[in-house]
Structure formats: structure tokens, C-alpha cells
């Protein structure tokens, strides 16, 4: 059963140190998507991605936050430094776009803590 | 700028009663999505609406889509314990990349014996 995988699960780090989470989307999804959930702010969109390339990042803090896809099985969201105010779940989902259809699969999610 | 609001954001029924949660949405769009978060949990993919008066249903949960008036409706009939969970509804623009969705603040929904 094809499911969006993330890791890792939990991370508890100090501020000021670089944080990398890791999705794998699910085989022959064209689009990857990043949010954050925090109880303050919901679900927000940080990132997506279609057939690799950001298609936009403007949800996210463009000094400390990053997001690649260096190829089609892994994208990443990395945080440097990172503050306590990022302490949140972050949620990976991948899709098929099929015109303008589809749905997003939502990963387990990465919940970080930042002391 | 899209928003999203559902109401209510809190709602405590008891077993066997009916509800249900609106969700509003501020500019045009023909895309419609439930998910359910269980606590600790990731987001379920409920329901995806696609066009106006569009209907799904399954077991006890329905949902229904209104584009003119931007709005769905999620029916919950004869709940029971089992559906306590946070219910989202996101909206997807209607722009040319077609993906970004937008969400509700969400809906928790607690079910008492």
C-alpha cells in the first residue's frame, strides 16, 4: 500500500542548529508539497514542487528555510539556524495531477522541537 | 487572498445525533477536499468535490459542495464515538498550476457515549 514516508518522526534540537527533514513521495506522484502545523497558524503551505521544479516557496521563510527535490523519490526541507518558533509538525504530501485533479497524500509528518 | 472558515471550530454531540459543519471560502474555486486528522495523527483524505452540487457520501459522513455560494457541508448522521477527529476542508484555487490548497482552521469534533 503506497504511502508518503518522512523522517525522520520526531526531532528535538537546540536553536541555532541546521535541521534537514526527508519525504519520500509516493512512486509516480508529480507534485510534493511541504507544511507546517502549529496550533497558532493551522496548516500552512510552505512549498510545492511539480515534476520536481518549486513552483512556490512564497509560505516559507525564504533566511532560514530551504526546500530541494534532488530527484524524484526525495525532497527535503531543510531549516539553518533554526529557532524556536519552528517548533512545529511538518507535514509532506505528494500528488498525481492529472489536469487540474487530484488529491494530496499526506505523510506521518516530522514533529520538531526547538529548545 | 483565498480564505477559508469553517464552522463550528469546536463541536460536542452525543452519540446518535445529527450535525453539521459549514465550511465558507472567499473567491471562486471548483475544488473542494475533507480530510479528518486524528490527535498525534497525519491528515485522511475524506472527500474531494469537483463541481457544483456535487454529493459524496460514505458511512456516515456526507459532503456537499455549493460553488455559486462557496460553500460545503460536511453531515455527520448518527454519530458515533469513532468519528472524534479534527475535520479540515481546503479549497484549491483556481489558478493555472492547479495544485495549492488552502486550509480551514479545522473542526473538533469530540462524540460523547
Known amino acids: 500500500d503506497a504511502r508518503v514516508t518522512q523522517t525522520p518522526r520526531h526531532k528535538v534540537t537546540e536553536m541555532g542548529q541546521e535541521v534537514t527533514m526527508r519525504c519520500q513521495p509516493i512512486l509516480g506522484h508529480n507534485t510534493v508539497f511541504w507544511y507546517r502545523q502549529t496550533m497558532m497558524q493551522g496548516l500552512e503551505l510552505l512549498a510545492y514542487f511539480r515534476n520536481r521544479a518549486p513552483l512556490d516557496d512564497s509560505g516559507m521563510p525564504k533566511d532560514r528555510f530551504s526546500a530541494e527535490m534532488p530527484d524524484a523519490t526525495l525532497a527535503t526541507l531543510k531549516i539553518q539556524p533554526s529557532e524556536p518558533r519552528d517548533s512545529a509538525v511538518y507535514f509532506c504530501a505528494s500528488g498525481l495531477v492529472l489536469g487540474q485533479v487530484h488529491e494530496q497524500y499526506f505523510g506521518p509528518g516530522t514533529r520538531l522541537t526547538v529548545t | 487572498e483565498l480564505k477559508v472558515e469553517q464552522n463550528p471550530l469546536f463541536l460536542s454531540m452525543q452519540e446518535g445525533k445529527n450535525y453539521t459543519i459549514y465550511c465558507n471560502y472567499s473567491t471562486t474555486s471548483d475544488r473542494l477536499y475533507w480530510y479528518r486528522q486524528d490527535p498525534g495523527k497525519s491528515l485522511e483524505s475524506l472527500f474531494v468535490?469537483?463541481?457544483?452540487?456535487a454529493v459524496k457520501q460514505e458511512g456516515r459522513l456526507m459532503a456537499s459542495l455549493d460553488t455559486k455560494a462557496r460553500l460545503s457541508t460536511l453531515h455527520i448522521t448518527a454519530a458515533v464515538h469513532d468519528l472524534s477527529a479534527t475535520y479540515f476542508c481546503?479549497?484549491?484555487?483556481?489558478?493555472?498550476?492547479?495544485?495549492?490548497?488552502?486550509f480551514g482552521e479545522g473542526t473538533q469534533l469530540t462524540v460523547n457515549p
Open positions: 481546503a479549497v484549491a484555487r483556481r489558478e493555472t498550476s492547479g495544485s495549492r490548497l488552502t
Open positions: 468535490l469537483l463541481s457544483n452540487g
